[in-house]
């Protein structure tokens, strides 16, 4: 009897424990489906940060993790995310701020909660106004891209065999975000070096980072310079451009005599869908996707296998996409969804 209870209670204790390593694997692997990570955003409107997004939701689909794609459009908003995320249970956040001076207050409030950090597009300053670079940071090799903005408005100029003498150079600036700044002092040092006169190229700075901004900053510039008859438009992304595109349109310029070349190539899908030539000629597509994909697998790994992501990891590929080649070029790098038709 005695021995028989003993084996009733050996099968027991064994199959209990047999129960619950199963269950732990279950619930392992459920857990696992369930870890969530955040990827905020500071402009959530424009197709460069969607295009992220997308690309994050694939990098979920393959480590099995929930992405909770959230608005950052200003410092109150995003530390009210990083408390949304807390309380949801998230690990980490991928994170596009919406001010890079906001960086020690996100850090601050991140490390009260235990959550990783993964910065994109644009570095956190220090209070101080210094590079926070010690967080890791996936940008675009932003005075690499912008230099080559640059050499292809020259290019471009020479092709149409215009008048130097009576070209100037719209350079719209937004100097207080560092990628800003470099991509247009590396365009601008691109066009100098090229040849172009520094005394005709004119720089504005925009009030807003969108087209509304640009548009404006554009228009007052022009005004400045009536005798121009040929513009070559510099910018930091795609919407600016546009923006500097619509103001010389303003002033009865058009794809004859403007120039304009940006830089995202998703911002420029619509406009060179258009059934006619603008003065926006193309636009430098570096890559969105890997963005977005690269910087939530950077935290995922970071998170589960506590392998620590590079402080800088730059992306350098580049493609100028034009009016005649915009829809081969997005569906080699697999966003040809973004096309219409
Ligand atoms: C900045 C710009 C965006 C986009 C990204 C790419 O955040 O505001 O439009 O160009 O850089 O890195």
Redesign the pocket.
């Known amino acids: 009897m005695r021995r028989l209870t003993k084996g009733l209670i050996t099968t027991a204790i064994l199959s209990a424990a047999l129960m619950s390593s199963s269950a732990n694997a279950f619930w392992g692997s459920k857990k696992d489906s369930e870890l969530k990570l955040g990827y905020l955003v500071?402009?959530p409107e424009?197709a460069?940060?969607q295009t992220e997004w997308a690309f994050a939701d694939k990098a979920g689909e393959k480590y099995h993790f929930k992405v909770l794609k959230m608005a950052a459009p200003d410092g109150e908003k995003t530390l009210n995310d990083i408390d949304t995320l807390a309380a949801s249970g998230a690990k980490g956040f991928v994170i596009?701020t919406p001010d890079p001076k906001l960086g020690p207050a996100i850090m601050a409030k991140a490390k009260s909660y235990g959550l990783k950090v993964v910065t994109?597009?644009?570095q956190f300053l220090t209070a101080k106004g210094k590079p926070m670079s010690n967080v890791p940071l996936i940008?675009?090799a932003?005075s690499e891209i912008g230099y080559r903005q640059g050499q292809d408005l020259y290019k471009e100029m020479q092709k149409r065999k215009w008048d130097v003498k009576t070209t100037a150079v719209m350079a719209i600036t937004a100097d207080e975000?560092d990628?800003?700044r470099r991509r247009v002092d590396g365009s601008i040092k691109a066009l100098k070096a090229e040849g172009f006169p520094a005394s005709q190229i004119y720089r504005v700075p925009t009030k807003s980072?969108d087209i509304p901004g640009a548009f404006n900053a554009g228009n007052s510039m022009l005004v400045q310079h009536p005798n121009v008859k040929q513009w070559l438009i510099v910018g930091?992304?795609?919407?600016t451009v546009l923006g500097g595109v619509r103001a010389t349109e303003g002033q009865g310029f058009n794809a004859q005599n403007v120039i304009g070349i940006g830089?995202?190539g998703v911002?420029a899908i619509n406009e060179l869908s258009k059934s006619e030539p603008t003065g926006f000629y193309g636009s430098l597509l570096?890559s969105?996707d890997i963005?977005g994909f690269k910087s939530i697998e950077m935290l995922y790994k970071w998170v589960k296998d506590g392998i620590r992501p590079p402080n800088m990891t730059q992306v350098k590929d580049v493609v100028l996409i034009t009016r005649s080649n915009f829809r081969e070029e997005l569906k080699k790098k697999g966003l040809g969804g973004l096309l219409k038709n």
């Not at 930091?236 to 919407?239: L, R, V």
């Open positions: 500071k402009q424009e460069w940060f596009c994109v597009d644009d940008m675009m932003a975000l990628t800003a980072n930091m992304n795609d919407n830089i995202n911002g570096p969105p963005h």
